[in-house]
């Protein structure tokens, strides 16, 4: 029965020394999505952001964005986001009346994603006036 215990501590034990550490990207908007809704062509400028947060333990590099051509990336942070600290990415999308559904890609260094790989959504429609 000892030993039973012993090697249930040290199993505990060898899972947290494997907890995965480093940067970790919490994407603010629920289900990593910008929701445009219903809008005028005329009258939105189709710009947007996407708010995260480094909820790791190492800084967190956007190494690079992937973008469909109706996408254009404004802004992406240049340095490395500190641990707690939050920033955005500014995309502007080029109101082609109809459906919106993009993907972006963020490419990082966060452990929480496979291969770092973001994927940002954009949905909604835009309508003629």
């Known amino acids: 029965m000892k030993n039973i215990k012993v090697i249930v501590i040290m199993l505990f034990l060898s899972n947290i020394s494997f907890a995965q550490g480093g940067p970790k990207i919490n994407i603010l908007q629920a289900e990593n999505t910008v929701d445009y809704g219903k809008v005028y ?9 996407f708010t ?15 973008s ?12 490395a986001i500190a641990p707690g600290k939050t920033d955005r990415i500014d995309i502007k999308y080029n ?17 929480n994603y496979e291969e ?13 006036n």
């Open 52 to 66: 995260f947060t480094n909820s790791g333990d190492a800084p967190l590099s956007i190494t690079g964005i992937q």
């Open 68 to 79: 469909t051509a109706s996408c254009t990336v404004l802004y992406k942070p240049s340095k």
């Open 95 to 111: 109101m082609v009346p109809g459906p919106i559904r993009k993907t972006i890609t963020l490419e990082t260094n966060a452990v």
């Open 116 to 128: 770092g790989r973001v994927p940002l959504k954009i949905k909604g429609e835009v309508l003629m």
């Open 41 to 49: 062509k005329s009258s939105d400028n189709g710009v947007r952001s």
